[in-house]
């Protein structure tokens, strides 16, 4: 926070889709504003632009990352609030747009640890992930699609053999008959063009990683580190120096246990799932590779597989997740470090020789 947080206005945002509520606070810490403005680049020009530069807090959110870039660049110091962490609003008896903003405006006035600020990526960053974004979208469609074809066909008493999802569409056509695939023409017509469109933005990815993004390469030497998983896990840290290490990435990830320490009591929980899901859904992707059948003998499987052979409640599930968060630490560490990766390590860092 900048040296004049105590001596300005201080502004709770609470944004809407349509409309947003913004509640103005002293320096003394009454109320001097409460107004109403359209969630809109024009709605919020008209209103801040003219302003004295003040600070602004905000929730995180689906506008958060264009509101907070266009208020700094207006010269506003701002506030983006981690929605997890802000219980004080979620728990609120008397919840409501105005009361939410001028609880951000207190809790940013009081100290803006409380609320656990996070920082967006830059509006180069945001645009590319939108190509990951995209993609995750459309393959989640086209798996939706593929189960649904999958199930009408068993309920006619057919079953379409076992493929991966790119051929489906291929071996779908033959396996259904003629009545039954022409019922089903529109289904199957779209699973075709997702998948066309998927590989479209495969290649976007491919040459994004060469042209802009070259950091991915090194992450791509673990073997099941993919182009999706290399070029997420980039844009998703952006810039990898804010981490201190590579167990911070994980935790970053939600891939470490969540804690509920008290007294003498302190029970082993499952991990804390916060963070990017679709990147921590990606790592574990990479784990089941590592862990099955045609992963490389590796430090990394070895590690999952002491695990597995403990044996114990969920070994397999402990295993996969070990692996994840091991992995993060292991991509982290190529990135910054610029190392070659070895699948078994000399001397005591996890990968650490430069490369050649």
Same mark, same amino acid.
């Given at each position: 926070? !900048?040296?004049? *947080? @105590? %001596?300005?206005?201080?502004?709770?945002?609470?944004?809407? #889709?349509?409309?947003?509520? /913004?509640? &103005? $606070?002293?320096?003394?810490?009454?109320?001097?504003?409460? !107004?109403?403005? *359209? @969630? %809109?680049?024009?709605?919020?020009?008209?209103?801040?632009? #003219?302003?004295?530069?003040? /600070?602004? &807090? $905000?929730?995180?959110?689906?506008?958060?990352?264009?509101?907070?870039?266009?208020?700094?660049?207006?010269?506003?110091?701002?506030?983006?609030?981690?929605?997890?962490?802000?219980?004080?609003?979620?728990?609120?008896?008397?919840?409501?747009?105005?009361?939410?903003?001028?609880?951000?405006?207190?809790?940013?006035?009081?100290?803006?640890?409380?609320?656990?600020?996070?920082?967006?990526?830059?509006?180069?960053?945001?645009?590319?992930?939108?190509?990951?974004?995209?993609?995750?979208?459309?393959?989640?469609?086209?798996?939706?699609?593929?189960?649904?074809?999958?199930?009408?066909a068993k309920s006619q008493?057919?079953?379409?053999?076992?493929?991966?999802?790119?051929?489906?569409?291929?071996?779908?056509?033959?396996?259904?008959?003629?009545?039954?695939?022409?019922?089903?023409?529109?289904?199957?017509?779209?699973?075709?063009?997702?998948?066309?469109?998927?590989?479209?933005?495969?290649?976007?990815?491919?040459?994004?990683?060469?042209?802009?993004?070259?950091?991915?390469?090194?992450?791509?030497?673990?073997?099941?580190?993919?182009?999706?998983?290399?070029?997420?896990?980039?844009?998703?840290?952006?810039?990898?120096?804010?981490?201190?290490?590579?167990?911070?990435?994980?935790?970053?990830?939600?891939?470490?246990?969540?804690?509920?320490?008290?007294?003498?009591?302190?029970?082993?929980?499952?991990?804390?799932?916060?963070?990017?899901?679709?990147?921590?859904?990606?790592?574990?992707?990479?784990?089941?590779?590592?862990?099955?059948?045609?992963?490389?003998?590796s430090e990394l499987r070895?590690?999952?597989?002491?695990?597995?052979?403990?044996?114990?409640?969920?070994?397999?599930?402990?295993?996969?997740?070990?692996?994840?968060?091991?992995?993060?630490?292991?991509?982290?560490?190529?990135?910054?470090?610029?190392?070659?990766?070895?699948?078994?390590?000399?001397?005591?860092?996890?990968?650490?020789?430069?490369?050649?």
């Amino acid at each position: 926070m !900048t040296e004049y *947080a @105590t %001596t300005t206005n201080i502004y709770g945002l609470d944004l809407g #889709d349509k409309k947003s509520e /913004i509640c &103005v $606070l002293s320096a003394a810490g009454e109320v001097v504003e409460e !107004t109403r403005i *359209a @969630t %809109t680049r024009e709605g919020f020009m008209r209103y801040f632009e #003219d302003r004295e530069p003040a /600070i602004v &807090v $905000l929730e995180v959110g689906t506008h958060s990352p264009w509101v907070s870039h266009l208020l700094e660049d207006l010269g506003y110091d701002v506030i983006v609030a981690n929605a997890r962490r802000v219980k004080l609003i979620s728990a609120n008896h008397r919840k409501g747009d105005q009361v939410d903003a001028e609880l951000l405006a207190r809790l940013g006035r009081a100290d803006a640890k409380l609320l656990s600020p996070i920082k967006h990526r830059g509006k180069e960053t945001q645009s590319d992930m939108a190509l990951v974004r995209s993609r995750a979208v459309m393959v989640r469609a086209r798996g939706k699609l593929v189960v649904s074809v999958r199930n009408l066909a068993k309920s006619q008493g057919l079953r379409i053999p076992s493929c991966s999802t790119d051929s489906f569409y291929s071996r779908a056509v033959v396996a259904l008959p003629d009545e039954l695939r022409q019922s089903l023409t529109p289904i199957l017509e779209s699973i075709k063009k997702l998948t066309l469109e998927i590989r479209a933005c495969d290649k976007m990815m491919a040459t994004m990683c060469e042209t802009k993004y070259p950091e991915t390469s090194r992450l791509m030497q673990v073997q099941g580190v993919g182009v999706v998983t290399a070029l997420t896990f980039v844009l998703l840290l952006e810039d990898p120096n804010r981490f201190p290490n590579g167990r911070v990435v994980g935790a970053y990830l939600g891939l470490v246990p969540r804690r509920r320490q008290s007294g003498d009591k302190d029970p082993k929980l499952g991990i804390s799932k916060v963070g990017d899901g679709p990147m921590r859904a990606l790592l574990v992707q990479c784990a089941h590779y590592i862990l099955g059948p045609f992963g490389q003998d590796s430090e990394l499987r070895r590690k999952g597989m002491r695990i597995v052979e403990a044996g114990g409640k969920g070994a397999k599930k402990r295993a996969v997740v070990a692996v994840a968060r091991k992995l993060a630490c292991v991509l982290y560490s190529l990135w910054v470090s610029g190392a070659r990766y070895q699948h078994f390590p000399s001397g005591k860092p996890a990968l650490m020789q430069e490369a050649a």
